[in-house]
């Protein structure tokens, strides 16, 4: 079931890195280099397994951009908060 704007508001407020557009969360990460931005990304497999849901990830040098969304939902559910709350 999708979220309310207002849930996706209040949920926010304990995401504060986390940005959305109604349809999904957004959150981009700096690191030092490649290789640092990698082992993130790789430290993303558990928690994604774990919960069975799973980011877009955009990988460019250091920097790692990561978008949650229900894709066959249509838009944001308590998955993403819970996959959000996790990373």
Do not use: C
């Amino acid at each position: 079931m999708l979220l309310t704007p207002t849930e996706i508001e209040q949920a926010l407020r304990d995401l504060p890195a986390w940005t959305t557009d109604g349809r999904s969360l957004r959150r981009a990460y700096t690191f030092p280099d490649f290789p640092a931005a990698v082992a993130f990304v790789n430290g993303l497999v558990a928690p994604s397994e774990k919960l069975g849901h799973h980011p877009d990830i955009a990988i460019s040098y250091n920097r790692v951009a990561l978008v949650l969304t229900t894709h066959d939902a249509g838009g944001l559910t308590a998955k993403d908060l819970a996959l959000a709350r996790a990373l």
